[in-house]
């Protein structure tokens, strides 16, 4: 018996064999919030994401669009294939590598008890809370720790490589690479600063190819575009807004472990005026995740301050700069436990590992795994929900009228539930001849099934027939969220098209509630 319990202490401190287990229990608490969201976070922008990998296969121009992001599309392509779930899957072992490299990273470096930095990554409580999902930004968190990993083990090149592709993966890689960049500049790495472009330059060549346009990378992105037209208003709040809500970014243990970091680089940069010898953890926390994390805070904070470039003040975004924050939590225990006291670093071990978990759940809003799961009706297909959408589509196809019909909608939902293809129809209402001249529109009733679906704001709601190009029997499945507020058609304004009747309503019984749904369907060319 004691020689089991002696072999278990050895294997424990090995931080490998501590690393695999924090890793197994990672593992299982993702697994269990698989299972019981029944939708994946993100709502509207994870169907989205996940179309767009769906259908680029179908349509390559896909994978240069600046809103599906092209990292991400290239990389989530052949798994959509298999369907939405093979996508969530990836994120969830984007998730599970990123820990892992944190852990690799915090060794290299020589901090003690590396293991940790696996919970003070995965237990954030935004990053418990976006695990399952078709979002950009847990890709996006992997790359930036595997750019970390790189410069930990001085492979310059090789990590500002990959640092130049981070704007193609998220519109804030311009804010995490100029980070980058002054962080090679700080260390007197000149020779590497022109390999910062080199992702921005493949990419914008290909771009410019594609639509002609050689500042492409600026004049497609969709953020520039929405600041420059003055479209969609995202709204603005508080500069502090995301400060004030640590609870539910990285929770109040990495909130103050990382306030230690603060101290201790400020602390460092006084002992290197004094010309003592340097530390490379505390070179890296200096020079490279402080500014990560605080280029990228600050961006977002004056962002959704001003109201600028489609900010909605979403906190999900700090996935991405998720395990610089971890890490820099990691520097500061490992300099407490430098201290050498054997109780404290056994009891910060304990109170690390189980805080992080504690906190967690409540933090991204979700119940403990001993706890009944929240239900979540929020799903558009099956005949049994009491979803108006729900009621209102399986209305639509039980009627046999109206089956075989273009479906005109703005919840990405049910294209994914329907295997509809949002960019097919483009091809069947402009079909161009074999000499690449402009052709009058297909037959609906030749249509591919997978293409009759069309956006709301397609709709012309001027009813002047110049540019009314829907056919004669689409039906509109009108909700008043996502019709209204992407679809850009109020209520009046769809009761108002004259070509369009009425034939079915639910939840309707509140006044101007986000509920209600109306269906219309168009009755005359």
């Not at 519109?171 to 960049?181: D, T």
């Not at 489609?310 to 906190?315: D, E, I, P, V």
């Amino acid at each position: 018996m004691s020689a089991r319990k002696s072999w278990f202490r050895i294997e424990w401190n090995r931080n490998s064999s501590a690393a695999a287990m924090a890793m197994t229990l990672v593992a299982l608490v993702n697994v269990y919030i698989g299972l019981i969201s029944m939708v994946p976070a993100g709502g509207q922008d994870s169907w989205n994401h996940y179309l767009y990998a769906r259908w680029a296969f179908q349509h390559p121009e896909l994978l240069l669009d600046q809103w599906g992001k092209p990292f991400f599309t290239l990389l989530a392509s052949p798994f959509a294939q298999f369907g939405i779930e093979a996508v969530l899957f990836l994120n969830h072992v984007c998730i599970l590598a990123t820990a892992w490299l944190s852990y690799l990273v915090a060794r290299k470096l020589g901090m003690k008890n590396p293991w940790m930095v696996i919970f003070l990554f995965a237990w954030q409580p935004i990053v418990l809370s976006n695990v399952h999902s078709a979002l950009t930004e847990p890709s996006n968190a992997l790359v930036l720790v595997w750019i970390c990993y790189l410069f930990a083990g001085n492979r310059w090149k090789s990590a500002t490589i990959l640092a130049s592709f981070l704007p193609v993966i998220r519109s804030e890689g311009f804010v995490l690479l100029g980070a980058v960049m002054v962080f090679l500049a700080l260390r007197n790495q000149w020779k590497y600063l022109p390999w910062a472009g080199a992702g921005v330059l493949v990419y914008g060549v290909l771009g410019g190819i594609v639509s002609r346009q050689w500042n492409w990378l600026i004049a497609q992105n969709p953020y520039v575009r929405q600041e420059v037209d003055g479209g969609f208003d995202a709204g603005h709040g508080s500069f502090w807004h995301y400060a004030s809500h640590q609870k539910e970014i990285m929770g109040i243990i990495v909130a103050m472990l990382c306030l230690v970091s603060l101290g201790l680089v400020l602390a460092y940069v006084a002992r290197r005026l004094k010309r003592k010898t340097p530390a490379q953890n505390s070179q890296m926390a200096l020079w490279l995740w402080w500014p990560l994390l605080g280029f990228f805070f600050l961006a977002h904070s004056i962002l959704w301050w001003k109201g600028a470039m489609g900010s909605h003040g979403l906190l999900r975004v700090f996935v991405t700069v998720s395990p610089i924050m971890a890490l820099l939590s990691m520097y500061s225990l490992d300099r407490i436990m430098r201290v050498e006291i054997r109780q404290l670093n056994r009891a910060l071990k304990a109170l690390v590992s189980v805080g992080m978990f504690a906190i967690s759940f409540p933090g991204a809003g979700m119940p403990y795994p001993w706890q009944d799961p929240i239900s979540d009706d929020v799903i558009y297909n099956g005949k049994d929900s009491q979803q108006p959408v729900a009621k209102a589509l399986h209305w639509i196809e039980s009627s046999p009228k109206y089956q075989g019909e273009i479906l005109v909608h703005q919840i990405p939902a049910i294209n994914v539930f329907k295997q509809l293809d949002p960019w097919g129809a483009e091809s069947q209402l402009h079909p161009k001849s074999p000499a690449g001249d402009w052709m009058s529109p297909n037959p609906v009733s030749i249509w591919p099934k997978t293409s009759k679906t069309l956006s709301i704001w397609s709709v012309d709601t001027k009813d002047s027939g110049a540019h009314d190009w829907m056919p004669k029997g689409s039906v509109i499945l009108w909700d008043n969220f996502h019709g209204r507020r992407d679809g850009n058609m109020d209520r009046s304004e769809l009761l108002s098209l004259n070509k369009y009747e009425t034939v079915f309503t639910a939840g309707m019984n509140d006044a101007d509630s986000i509920n209600d749904v109306i269906v219309r369907v168009k009755i005359r060319d």
